[in-house]
């Protein structure tokens, strides 16, 4: 269970940063659906579990505006009666150029019952600049070897939920994602699956998308991996807030190896700079 928990902490982390958690949208050649920035501040707090236990949460804090925005995300978990815990916190800052973000700095710090550790990250347009990964440690043989031409046209993973939440777009659905994430590059797919209606709402739905996870370098190639890459159970429902044109991410489900985690919103504050509050949900 310990190991199981140390994975799952890392599956959620990777899902909340990439796919809020994981799993975006990022200027990569193969987006097929354009997608425009709108500016507005969001709030939100979602419940982390796994089957059904509870895990933890996970924060999410954007401020858009005409030409800049920052990005924090907040995640702690906490396993075995206590005995495992894991915390995260990522901050991005980056500017805005024709609707879209272009990030300058990345940082995401972690700590845990394990180990401590960083990785930073500077961006020059949509390529990455640096990369500073601590603790330094040997890499297990069968990581795929990261490569220079994975390195372009890629955002983090907190830019790219910029990208597919801030969308006037019919759907989430039916694009192509290029996330680096300081160490692994990877394309994540979304397919449109079916629409919901969603529970305490009056006929209002949401859109399930699909996720379709390709590793392409920095990954291990071991079992863990394979089976997420071949899984089609790693869906996102999102639910569209027209006044502020954003999608939100009502809940992330993706299956591991010690069960189904779960990112389910619990609480939303959405502001623009004219209208001020706009949606609001706890």
């Not at 994981?22 to 500016?39: D, Y």
Request: aromatic share 6%; glycine share 8%.
């Amino acid at each position: 269970m310990y190991q199981s928990s140390r994975r799952v902490a890392s599956c959620v982390a990777a899902l909340g940063s990439a796919a809020l958690a994981a799993l975006s949208s990022g200027p990569a050649a193969a987006q097929a659906i354009p997608a425009t920035l709108s500016s507005a501040s969001v709030d939100a707090g979602y419940r982390v579990t796994l089957n059904g236990f509870d895990l933890g949460t996970f924060s999410f804090k954007s401020n858009v505006g005409d030409s800049e925005y920052t990005l924090h995300t907040n995640v702690e978990l906490s396993a075995l009666l206590g005995v495992f815990r894991w915390k995260g916190v990522t901050q991005v800052s980056g500017t805005v150029g024709n609707k879209r973000p272009s990030p300058s700095d990345f940082r995401f710090d972690y700590e845990s019952t394990v180990r401590n550790g960083s990785v930073i990250m500077g961006f020059d347009k949509s390529n990455v600049d640096h990369v500073t990964v601590l603790p330094v440690v040997r890499e297990p043989e069968d990581t795929v070897p990261l490569e220079r031409k994975h390195l372009s046209n890629v955002l983090d993973p907190l830019s790219a939920i910029l990208v597919l939440t801030h969308s006037d777009a019919e759907t989430p659905c039916g694009r192509t994602v290029a996330i680096f994430d300081g160490k692994q590059r990877f394309n994540i797919s979304l397919h449109e699956a079916r629409k919901v209606t969603l529970t305490g709402t009056q006929g209002e739905t949401a859109t399930v998308c699909r996720v379709k996870y390709t590793p392409l370098s920095g990954y291990r190639a071991n079992a863990e991996t394979r089976h997420l890459a071949h899984t089609k159970d790693i869906e996102i429902t999102f639910r569209m807030v027209p006044a502020a044109k954003l999608m939100v991410p009502q809940s992330v489900s993706v299956p591991t190896g010690a069960g189904t985690a779960r990112i389910d919103l619990e609480r939303i504050s959405i502001q623009l700079p004219e209208r001020g509050r706009v949606a609001s949900v706890d």
